[in-house]
Structures are given as structure tokens and as C-alpha cells.
């Protein structure tokens, strides 16, 4: 950086040239400015715009609701309500683990349930710094006090911020995205009372807006009336992390050692206005929850990143959308296992006990640990209280005041938060996908994963030898997985090289010097002639280049990696299984080579899934058989399609299927979603009959390191911030290369 000058307030713009300052420094006299303004001239007569809004006071209501309803009543609409229900339908039709630096995405443990808090990137695949990102909004409780909406916005967003290690809160910027109708009577007095309200909460927790965007005309005319959108304030805070791998998860993880701790920013209040339970009783209420204490939040905040750079706990989650109940039902759902609540309602009703949106965490610390958690969130000033134990049976029963309310199984209540979802897929997915999905999570468990082999990183021979083996990371228009590859070869000791097609059609550079070629994933051309065809036809048919890979393909000295969009490839080009007579395919193709066609859902698909290693002789998998463990897929066509039962027979029974999709026992499966594509026999990847050319559809270049996986068993004993079994493949490919 370099200073380049001063703001004095003396209503002037004045540009000094310095290398004349220099050339006049000898005589003592300074020279003229360069420029020397009056600021009103510059920026002209620009009077203060001027807005007229007038306050408008609206009814409330007390909330009305039956007593009668039970907690189990509520639960039912509760929990299908879109706020507070699975965010499944979203999650799972968008790449999130492309670039290979997401340390932190939307789902998380066994089950991979969609819950997590806060998102965390990683800045390098060589070092554990990164950043992580979070949002808060309450746009329910501005119908009642917006002054208490935005409050509780940036609430929300550092609670749900807090789970990450993050450098400090006073680090912690925000985005600010304001939606009003801010012309209309009273909507642009609330959006003015929530602004001059936010800032002063910032200013006490010490965190600034630094950007965001304004929606004001949130109005339109419809059918003769006007018709405007509640207003909203959305707050998105972003700051910087130490150490991507101490995030907290909201699925508990201790079984039986597990006790949650509950830390009530409210302090007591249990106010129902605005909440999803007034909500899905078609009600606003009169009374919302608020953030009163801001230098509190500060203090529990503080507290929280203390525990969790001393990884004393083992998951977290923040109270918002359906309060106390639903928050601590979410942490059973993802971690699968149970909970025994024993709440005291301190003169509360059930319902606000329940159901009140207060600002507020829930901790799973394990009982050795307890005295201490407490113990360090005292020293901070912060309050926790006892209000259950984790079990490994997975059922919930809830008392309070010693009073049993629910005794449910935990799968049951998981149902009714999945079917809102489930009834969404409906519209976008295969319909019979969908109930396959929603009927398998009934009985789903924790993986049965399982190493053959301890990862490791590689020798230090491979990664400080002065002559590496080169291998070329080939991409075309539209690949997206080029740079996390480059970095699982080199993290394995290759010199991998960046080349485009463009580089080979025009003759830059040749295939002669490299060892290994990988066709990496993406969307070639956007994929809009299917899978990959676009590229493979940039090969086919120019000669002197078709030429150029089946000499490649030909050399006993060389191997081919093809991932997704690579695979696709590599199946059009004939080199997996590959033609009987050797060598890739002309222009003319052979139609009964295998190919990859549109998943059987219908609809592009992004998940962590389970697969198993066979026995083959694909050199990569060398070493990996009998294992069975997680890895990244994401794609649309990736169902292996064979037009010749013959080839579907050799690849079978001459072990050219090395990689089969799995349920989680660990058995190959054509069932959805374990087998995200449909591929018969589970069939993920597909082997020349040499080893040497391996094409698989999903991406073990993005979770090559253990922090890339979202989850993995605890029996497997591995470090966290090393290498994760993906990375043997890369090894064996450089092995072999030696």
C-alpha cells in the first residue's frame, strides 16, 4: 500500500506532482499544485435529498391458540413450516463442492442432514486459513417491531457465525440487503427506525456494515390493490478464520456422554410474537423477542470461541425459526441419535417454553468436560444451564417441571421436518425418487465406512525430487475442476501442467512430455449437446489431434485420470472399457461403448456419498481394495448407460468396474439416493483392461484432504488437518510412475 494523501476538511481538492517538489527542493520554494480545487466546484450544487415518512401504528393481537394443543399438535405444523423444515430441496441440486476449498457446507453428519450454521472456505489446499459467512433475518418480527428485527437479524447472524473459530469479532463485517416498500405510509419510517436501531447495536458489538443492497419499490398493483412484500433487513456476516478445522456442527456426536447446555441470551423472556408457532396458527401476536443486552451477546460470543479453540465442544446450534424445542430436535435429527429434556418453565407457559424465538445457543459438551465449559463461560459473565442428555436410543422425550410432553422416536419427528421438503422435490424431481428418498431416511443409520489402508502424505523423495513426472490437467469451455486437481497431483508429487484444448488444437504444446493426461469435471460447452459430447467432438474430429491422444493411449508409460464431465469424456472417446482392438475411437464411434446419460432423478445432483473399492487392475485403486468411504458427486448425466449387454458382462467379470455406489452397509446398490445416478450395479467408475485409463464420475480431488470431508466416522482415528484416503490415488498414479 501507499499513502497518497490527507483529508484536511478545508473544502479544497489539491494534487502536489512530487517529482517537481524534488526539483525545486534545492532552491527552498515549493512548486504550484498541480491541481488546486474548490470541492464545491467538483462535485456541484448537490442539496441534501429530503424524504416525508409518517409512523404508522398498527393493531396487535394477543396470540389465540387452543388450549388444548399439545406440544405434539404444534409440532406437526411447526416443523413443515418452509422457515424451520429440511432445506433439502435446495441443497442437494447445486455444485457445493466445486473449487475443493469448502471446508464448511450446507449439510452435515452421518445422514448428511441440511443444518449447518455457517459456511467456511479455505484459501489454500497447503494451509488451514480461510474465511467463513453467515446470515440472520427475522422478517416476521419486523410486522411487530422492526426495531427488534434488526436487532435480532444481527443476533442471529453471530450466533450462527459463532461456530466457526474466527479470528475476532471485532474482525466481523457484514453485508446489509435491505426489502421495502419504502414509499408507502409507514414502511419507510420502520425501514429508518430498523437502521438508526442496527446501528447502534453494531456500534455496541463492535462490527460495521461494510457494502449490501437496497430493494425499496418491494410494491406492486395487483387486481386493483396494492400489494406490498413485509419489509426485511437480511444481515450477512463475513471475517477471516485461523483454523478452518475447529467449526462446530449442530449434530450431536456423544451418545450417552452427551449433556446440552443451554445459553439464554434473553435472560428469562419467552416472548411468542412474530414466532413460527403464531405463524402456523395464522397469527402475528403483540409482544416479539428482542436483543436487549448486546454487550452480553458480545461476552457469550467471545465465550463460545474460547471453548471451541479448546475443542471442548463437540457440537453447537443457535436458537431462531421455532425456538428452543425445534433447535435441540434439529441436533438430534443430524446426529441420529436421542434426547431426554428436563426443562423448568420458571412460571412460562408450555408454548413459550417451547416454541419462544429468543436469541439463544444449545451446547453438547461431554460430561467429563461439563465442569469446565461452565466453569470458562462464567469467567466470561455468561450464564448456562443444564437442560438434557444426549442417548444413544433415538427417541425424544421431553419433561417439564417433571411432566412428561413427548415421547416420540426421533425418526418420527425427522419425517414430519423432512415433508415440506420431500413435497417441494416433488415439483423438481422424479416423483419416485422422491418417495424412495423420504421412505429410506425412516431407516437410514451411520455409514459402515471402512479403510483397507492408513492415509498418509507422500514420501518426501516424490514431493522434494528435482525431476517430477508431468502430467496435464486438460480442461475445455466450462470445466470448473481443474484447480482442485492440479492440487491433489502436486500435493502427490507431479509437475502438473495447465493445458486447454485450445493449447492443443493450436499446436502450443503437445501430449509427447507428460506421463499422465486428466480430463477434469465441469460443463463442457454447458453440456448442451449432453454429456461432454462437445468435447470429445473437438478430438474426433480433427485429425492430427485424434492422432496425438491415441499415441498417448498407446504408450505403455502412460495413464489417464477422467472425472465427471472427464469420465463422460473418456467414455465417448472409447478409452474406458476401451475397443478390443486398442486405442481411442475414430470419428465414427462405436455404439456399443458405454456412455453416461441424464441421472435417473432427472435432475442434476450434488451429494456426499458412499462407494466401495473392488478388486481391479486399475493402478490408481492399488492398495484400496475392501475399502469403503465417502466422496463428492456432483453431476446431471452420470448414469452409466450400456447399449451392449456383452460390454456390461466384460466390464463386470473382468474387474473393470473398480468404484460401485453403496448403501450404508457397504453393499453396491442401484437404490436412490445411495446410487445418486441410477447406474446399474452401482458402477461409478469404469477401468481399461490394462489399469492404466480410469474414468469415475464422482470427485475425489475434492476431498483429498480430511477437512474437505463433511463428515467421517470417529473409529477411524485420522487427523483432521492431513491427508484423506482420496489422496492414495494420486500416490499410486506416482508410484507407478516410478
Known sequence: ??????????????????????????????????????LEKVLGDM?????????????REPL????????????????????????????????????????QQQTVGPLQITLSDVAVIAQTYTDLTGGTCAIGEQPIKGLLDPKAMARLAVGEALTNLVW???????????????????????????????????????????IAIDGGKDSLSMAAQAAGEVVKAPGNLVISVYVTCPDITKTVTPDLKLGDDGVLLHIDLAKGKRRLGGSALAQVFDQVGDECPDLEDAPYLKRAFEGIQDLIADELISAGHDISDGGILVCALEMAFAGNYGIIFDLTSNGKSLLQTLFAEELGLILEVSKKNLDSVIGKLSSFGVSSEIIGKVTTTP???????????????????????????????????????????????????????ELSFSPSFTDTKYMNATSKPRVAVIREEGSNGDREMSAAFYAAGFEPWDVTMSDLLKGTISLQGFRGIVFVGGFSYADVLDSAKGWSAS???NQPLLNQFQEFYMRPDTFSLGICNGCQLMALLGWVPGPQAGGVLGAGGDSSQPR??????????????????KDSLAIMFEGMEGSTLGVWAAHGEGRAFFPDDGVLDHVLHKDLAPLRYCDDDGNATETYP???????????????????????????????????????????????????PWLRMFQNAREWCS
Not at 478545508?10 to 498541480?34: C, F, H, Q, T
Not at 442539496?47 to 393493531?59: L, T
Not at 419504502?182 to 438508526?196: H, I, P, S
Request: proline share 6%; with cysteine.
Open 1 to 38: 500500500m501507499a499513502v497518497i494523501g490527507t483529508i484536511n476538511g478545508e473544502g479544497r481538492i489539491v494534487l502536489v506532482d512530487s517529482l517537481a517538489i524534488e526539483k525545486y527542493s534545492s532552491s527552498g520554494a515549493l512548486p504550484p499544485p498541480a491541481v488546486d480545487l474548490e
Open 64 to 103: 389465540d391458540i387452543a388450549p388444548g394443543i399439545t406440544v405434539m399438535d404444534s409440532l406437526k405444523r411447526v416443523l413443515r413450516l418452509p422457515s424451520v423444515c429440511s432445506k433439502r430441496f435446495l441443497t442437494t441440486k447445486v455444485d457445493r463442492c466445486v473449487t475443493g476449498l469448502v471446508a
Open 596 to 613: 453416461f446419460i441424464h441421472n435417473e432423478s432427472g435432475r442434476f445432483e450434488c451429494r456426499f456419498t458412499s462407494v466401495s473399492i
Open 674 to 724: 445411495f446410487n445418486l445416478n441410477g447406474s446399474p450395479f452401482g458402477v461409478a467408475a469404469i477401468c481399461s483392461p490394462d489399469g492404466r485409463h480410469l474414468a469415475m464420475m464422482p470427485h475425489p480431488e475434492r476431498c483429498f484432504l480430511m477437512w474437505q470431508f463433511p463428515w467421517y466416522p470417529k473409529q477411524w482415528n485420522v487427523d483432521k488437518k492431513g491427508p484423506s
Open 164 to 206: 466457526a473459530k474466527v479470528t475476532s469479532l471485532s474482525d466481523v463485517k457484514a453485508s446489509g440487503n435491505w426489502m421495502y416498500a419504502a414509499k408507502l405510509d409507514g414502511e419507510g419510517a420502520a425501514m429508518y427506525d430498523a437502521a438508526t436501531t442496527l446501528s447502534e447495536a453494531m456500534i455496541e458489538l463492535g
Open 539 to 541: 478430438i474426433r474430429f
Open 47 to 59: 442539496p441534501q435529498k429530503s424524504f416525508e415518512f409518517r409512523r404508522v401504528v398498527h393493531g
Open 395 to 449: 427417541s425424544i422425550e421431553l419433561k417439564i417441571d417433571g411432566v412428561t410432553h413427548l415421547n416420540e422416536k426421533t425418526s418420527l419427528l425427522r419425517d414430519m421436518w423432512e415433508d415440506t421438503s420431500f413435497q417441494l422435490e416433488k415439483f423438481q424431481r422424479l416423483p419416485t425418487c422422491v418417495e424412495l428418498e423420504k421412505e429410506g431416511m425412516k431407516f437410514r443409520h451411520e455409514p459402515s465406512w
